[in-house]
C-alpha cells in the first residue's frame, strides 16, 4: 500500500518560515491535501489539491507538489499555528485514502 | 452552516459490537460522498471508510475490512459505521468528514467538512 513520510516533528520561531514535508513514490502524480490539527479539535483543511486555499485560511499557508515530495509552507509563523499537521491523498491503485504519519510544528 | 454530528460511542468489551451515527446538516446529504476517518489516543489520523453518496460504492481501510460496515440513510440525513469483533486496538476517536461532491472522481478530493468526533473504548 502507498506510504507516506512526514517528519514528526518541526520547529520554528515566530515570524519565520515552517516548511512541513509529504515523502511519496512519485506523490507529484497525485492531489495532495493538508490539514491541521490543534489538540482536542476535530481536523481542518488548510490546503487542498497542492496549492489551493479554502476560504478563510490565510494567505500564509501554501503548498507545492512535485517529483517525491508535497510540501506546506507557512510563511511569518504565529503562535497559533502551533498544531499537527497531516497530508492525504487518494490512492486509486488500492482504492484507498491515505494520510501522512502527521508533523507536529512547534513555535519556539 | 454544514454540521455533522457523530453519536453511538462508548465503552465496549474486545469481541463486542457497536454502532456509530453521523447526522448531516445544512447540506444535501446524499450528494456527498462521506467517510470516517479514526484517531487512536496520542496518535495520527487513520482513514476507515468511504462510501458514495448513494450508498452503492463502499471502500474500506484493510485493518478494517470484513469487521466493520458503512453505510447511509440518505432519507434521515445518516451516516453509519457497524462496527463488529472489536479489538483493543480498535480504541479512537471516530471522525465523519464528506467529501465535497458524490461521484468516483471526488474519492481524490479533500475532505472538507469534519464531525467531532466519538471516542471508542474497546476494553475488558
Known amino acids: 500500500s502507498y506510504v507516506l513520510t512526514q517528519p514528526p516533528s518541526v520547529s520554528v520561531a515566530p515570524g519565520q518560515t515552517a516548511t512541513v514535508t509529504c515523502g511519496g513514490t512519485d506523490i507529484g502524480s497525485y492531489s495532495v491535501h493538508w490539514y491541521q490539527q490543534k489538540p482536542g479539535q476535530a481536523p481542518v483543511l488548510v490546503v487542498l489539491?497542492?496549492?489551493n486555499r479554502p476560504s478563510g485560511i490565510p494567505e500564509r499557508f501554501s503548498g507545492s507538489n512535485s517529483e517525491n515530495t508535497a510540501t506546506l509552507t507557512i510563511s511569518r509563523v504565529e503562535a497559533g499555528d502551533e498544531a499537527d499537521y497531516y497530508c492525504?491523498?487518494?490512492?486509486?491503485?488500492?482504492?484507498?485514502?491515505?494520510f501522512g504519519g502527521g508533523t507536529k510544528l512547534t513555535v519556539l | 452552516e454544514v454540521q455533522l454530528l457523530e453519536s453511538g460511542g462508548g465503552l465496549v468489551q474486545p469481541g463486542g459490537s457497536l454502532r456509530l451515527s453521523c447526522a448531516g446538516s445544512g447540506f444535501t446529504f446524499s450528494s456527498h460522498a462521506m467517510t470516517w476517518v479514526r484517531q487512536a489516543p496520542g496518535k495520527g489520523l487513520e482513514w476507515v471508510s468511504a462510501i458514495s453518496g448513494s450508498g452503492d460504492s463502499t471502500y474500506d481501510a484493510d485493518s478494517v475490512k470484513g469487521r466493520f460496515t458503512i453505510s447511509r440513510d440518505n432519507s434521515k440525513n445518516t451516516l453509519f459505521l457497524q462496527m463488529k469483533s472489536l479489538r483493543a486496538e480498535d480504541t479512537a476517536v471516530y471522525y465523519c468528514?464528506?467529501?465535497?461532491?458524490?461521484?468516483?472522481?471526488?474519492?481524490?478530493?479533500?475532505?472538507?467538512?469534519w464531525g467531532q468526533g466519538t471516542l471508542v473504548t474497546v476494553s475488558s
Open positions: 492525504q491523498l487518494w490512492d486509486s491503485r488500492s482504492d484507498h485514502v491515505v
Open positions: 468528514a464528506k467529501f465535497p461532491c458524490d461521484n468516483t472522481a471526488c474519492l481524490g478530493l479533500a475532505f472538507d467538512s
Open positions: 489539491d497542492d496549492t
